[in-house]
């Protein structure tokens, strides 16, 4: 055999496989795609099972309390919570009660009006904010809390609200002890959340919110965010 024949031979044995080169990015975007849908699918059911937590965890009963705390929380915003608050500080059930989230626009005397059995209450054992969100009000539960040396309270707000509201202010007072006195309304214990639309609604838009506080508590751990409480020091002086 010549050598120019054997150079030829050798050539041809050393030239790529066009084939296989071309079937491994399309390898690639396979394992890529296949991945992505298994991770999506464990999300979803992670969601899904965080939402039966979620649904578990929401009181379906007001409770009765055993024992006293130092100051009593009202977040506003549903039925009955101011109300139901105020009943438990004329009960003597706390030294002061925080009305946490009042509207701009309320004024003070119109609570009064609102609630006169509870006039005396008003008058001397009751203190307002006018904080704009959850947030806001687990920072001025804080401010409060520690201005006048509270290390247990009694957090009242609707049933579904409750677990976001004892995490932000648990994530804000990471030391005291709070005792949640969930607000259920009549209509909640007459017919189950996912009969209704609105009450699906409802408690689907609370879980999310739910979870995007606690993924913003997780990013950012710090325990007192500086604009929220910049925002609180203007709602206070308006």
Not at 47 to 60: I, R
Not at 96 to 123: H, K, M, Y
Request: glycine content about 6%; proline content about 5%.
């Amino acid at each position: 055999m010549s050598t120019a024949e054997t150079k030829s031979d050798e050539g041809a044995g050393e030239r790529p496989d066009p084939t296989g080169s071309a079937r491994a990015p399309g390898r690639w975007l396979r394992w890529i795609g296949r991945s992505t849908i298994i991770v999506l699918v464990m999300a979803a059911a992670l969601l899904g099972l965080g939402f039966l937590w979620f649904v578990w965890s929401v009181p379906d009963e007001e409770v009765v309390l055993t024992h006293d705390a130092d100051g009593i929380v009202a977040l506003t915003g549903g039925a009955s919570r101011v109300t139901d608050a105020m009943e438990l500080m004329a009960n003597g059930r706390g030294k002061r009660l925080l009305i946490s989230g009042l509207n701009r626009s309320t004024r003070i005397d119109e609570v009064l009006r609102l609630n006169p059995e509870f006039a005396r209450v008003v008058s001397c054992c009751v203190d307002f904010d006018r904080s704009l969100n959850t947030l806001g009000n687990a920072v001025e539960t804080k401010r409060w809390a520690e201005n006048r040396g509270f290390r247990t309270l009694i957090v009242v707000t609707s049933n579904y609200h409750m677990p976001r509201a004892l995490a932000e202010i648990a994530h804000q007072i990471p030391g005291a002890v709070l005792v949640p006195f969930p607000v259920v309304t009549d209509k909640q214990r007459a017919e189950p959340w996912w009969k209704t639309t609105a009450a699906a609604r409802l408690m689907i838009s609370e879980y999310v919110k739910y979870v995007y506080a606690r993924l913003r508590m997780n990013l950012h751990p710090e325990a007192r965010p500086d604009e929220v409480a910049m925002l609180a020091d203007r709602m206070r002086a308006k």
